[in-house]
């Protein structure tokens, strides 16, 4: 039970790391922002004083400006790759979050009412107990007592081949959110080189003096890219190691249960499942 609930902890574990990684991020692109914006502030404040209660009236453009700047450093092209791999690995986090619970996989209530019919020698309302089942645990199951009849091994063999094509699947699922966290870097990777060759390009079409806003935007991009995109590979490489860490002790505990639950036919099986 302690272990259950452990786990149950995790989810908002991970989504606590989330916010702490955004927050980062956050931290390390304000400080360049607001400078930006106050250096902005003062260039064209330089001719005249501003009057003391136009310091809302800044604060305002400040804001607006920083937003600006993010959304013109990314475009519209990055943002919307970046907004689809969130979207996706937020999918795929909730999907296989329930998915790799005990109460999908391997369900108690399953166990005893299954090991209620075999004590009760009713092996054929068992089979149909498990066959109705949609976890793991009874997909295995199942499959054993469908073999039963040729022996304790074929039934085994048969549990443990379904075993792995549902650990297969799971699996599957699980790699898809790893693909996120491979796939979310380097596409900030191409964003950073992207951004540098647009700086590299003002700096070699420029002349003496080449503009310092088109060689900004360049650089900015760069950086900006690079950090949203292991903002969302971070995570996302977390949950995929926690959920697959997950799924093969429940894998596991699915193997030892249901040999156990089959072990009284060791000795002989009986005739019809």
Same mark, same amino acid.
Not at 224 to 245: D, H, K, M, Q, S
């Given at each position: 039970?302690?272990?259950?609930?452990?786990?149950?902890?995790?989810?908002?574990?991970?989504?606590?790391?989330?916010?702490?990684?955004?927050?980062?991020?956050?931290?390390?692109?304000? #400080?360049?922002?607001?400078?930006?914006?106050?250096?902005?502030?003062?260039?064209?404040?330089? #001719?005249?004083?501003?009057?003391?209660?136009?310091?809302?009236?800044?604060?305002?453009?400040?804001?607006?400006?920083?937003?600006?700047?993010?959304?013109?450093?990314?475009?519209?092209?990055?943002?919307?790759?970046?907004?689809?791999?969130?979207?996706?690995?937020?999918?795929?986090?909730?999907?296989?979050?329930?998915?790799?619970?005990?109460?999908?996989?391997? #369900?108690?209530?399953?166990?005893?009412?299954?090991?209620?019919?075999?004590?009760?020698?009713?092996?054929?309302?068992?089979?149909?107990?498990?066959?109705?089942?949609?976890?793991?645990?009874?997909?295995?199951?199942?499959?054993?007592?469908?073999?039963?009849?040729?022996?304790?091994?074929?039934?085994?063999?048969?549990?443990?081949?379904?075993?792995?094509?549902?650990?297969?699947?799971?699996?599957?699922?699980?790699?898809?959110?790893?693909?996120?966290?491979?796939?979310?870097?380097?596409?900030?990777?191409?964003?950073?080189?992207?951004?540098?060759?647009?700086?590299?390009?003002?700096?070699?079409?420029?002349?003496?003096? #080449?503009?310092?806003?088109?060689?900004?935007?360049?650089?900015?991009?760069?950086?900006?890219?690079?950090?949203?995109?292991?903002?969302?590979?971070?995570?996302?490489?977390?949950?995929?190691?926690?959920?697959?860490?997950?799924?093969?002790?429940?894998?596991?505990?699915?193997?030892?249960?249901?040999?156990?639950?089959?072990?009284?036919?060791?000795?002989?099986?009986?005739?019809?499942?």
């Amino acid at each position: 039970m302690a272990f259950t609930a452990s786990f149950r902890i995790r989810p908002y574990l991970v989504g606590a790391l989330l916010l702490v990684f955004l927050a980062g991020g956050l931290a390390v692109i304000d #400080p360049g922002i607001g400078r930006l914006a106050a250096q902005e502030g003062a260039d064209a404040a330089a #001719p005249a004083q501003p009057a003391a209660g136009d310091g809302a009236a800044a604060g305002g453009e400040k804001s607006t400006n920083a937003l600006m700047w993010l959304i013109e450093s990314l475009g519209i092209l990055y943002i919307t790759l970046f907004l689809l791999l969130s979207f996706v690995f937020v999918a795929l986090s909730i999907m296989n979050l329930l998915t790799a619970r005990r109460e999908s996989m391997c #369900p108690v209530q399953l166990i005893q009412s299954f090991e209620t019919c075999l004590n009760e020698e009713k092996y054929q309302e068992a089979y149909e107990l498990a066959k109705a089942d949609e976890s793991v645990l009874g997909n295995v199951l199942s499959a054993g007592l469908a073999k039963l009849s040729a022996g304790y091994e074929p039934a085994i063999e048969a549990m443990q081949e379904v075993g792995e094509d549902e650990n297969m699947k799971l699996e599957h699922r699980l790699s898809y959110i790893n693909l996120v966290a491979q796939i979310a870097p380097m596409v900030g990777l191409f964003g950073t080189v992207h951004g540098m060759i647009e700086a590299f390009f003002e700096i070699a079409t420029g002349g003496a003096t #080449p503009d310092a806003n088109k060689l900004a935007d360049g650089i900015s991009k760069a950086l900006v890219t690079t950090l949203i995109g292991l903002a969302i590979a971070i995570p996302a490489l977390a949950v995929f190691r926690i959920l697959y860490n997950r799924v093969q002790r429940l894998i596991l505990e699915i193997g030892i249960t249901s040999e156990g639950l089959m072990s009284r036919f060791q000795s002989g099986a009986p005739k019809k499942a």
